[in-house]
């Protein structure tokens, strides 16, 4: 009898834990790059993440051949050229919070994660800050951003006249989580 209920106390306990899981597949990333001679911005609504409060997890990835800057060249010299999609086709964050937010609240909360940042082939230790909302349909909205030096993961900035690039990309991540169900 008492197996049964530890097994029944660990069932349900498991059970409260999946229960505070989050997960996106429609993400969107918006890169920035402000140039001294051009600006541009680059696009794609294909992030994926989840957030796993249970364990304190975070884990979140981006194919970069869906990145678009609203010039095709300019998309495929940035796949082909520096970013080498065909190598290194992911970019991806993994971390955790420093400390937890709560699983529950209403309006929003600033909240920050800290891990690795992988682009290039490249990892490199990352605190990015931003914001929790919750969604008037129940769920989730991530609100955050931060720098990536070009440099720092072995990303090439081209020197070609009229098509410059800024060292440092100014990364804003949108995403709204759908609680998974348990």
């Not at 030096?149 to 990309?169: C, H, N, R, T």
Request: net charge negative.
């Amino acid at each position: 009898m008492r197996k049964i209920l530890i097994f029944l106390a660990g069932f349900m306990w498991c059970q409260v834990l999946s229960g505070q899981q989050w997960q996106t597949d429609r993400g969107t990333v918006v890169f920035t790059s402000e140039a001294t001679f051009n600006s541009f911005s680059g696009t794609s609504e294909y992030l994926n993440g989840i957030i796993d409060f249970a364990s304190n997890q975070l884990d979140f990835y981006l194919d970069l051949n869906t990145l678009r800057t609203g010039i095709k060249l300019r998309d495929k010299h940035m796949r082909d050229n520096y970013l080498e999609t065909a190598k290194y086709p992911y970019a991806e964050f993994t971390g955790s919070f420093p400390e937890l937010p709560p699983t529950e609240f209403s309006g929003e909360i600033k909240v920050a994660a800290e891990g690795v940042f992988k682009i290039h082939g490249v990892t490199k230790p990352v605190l990015i800050e931003g914001t929790l909302i919750k969604g008037s349909e129940g769920n989730l909205i991530l609100k955050a951003s931060f720098d990536v030096l070009l440099l720092d993961y072995d990303i090439v900035i081209p020197k070609i006249l009229g098509y410059e690039l800024a060292e440092l990309q100014k990364i804003e991540v949108n995403a709204t989580l759908e609680k998974l169900k348990p």
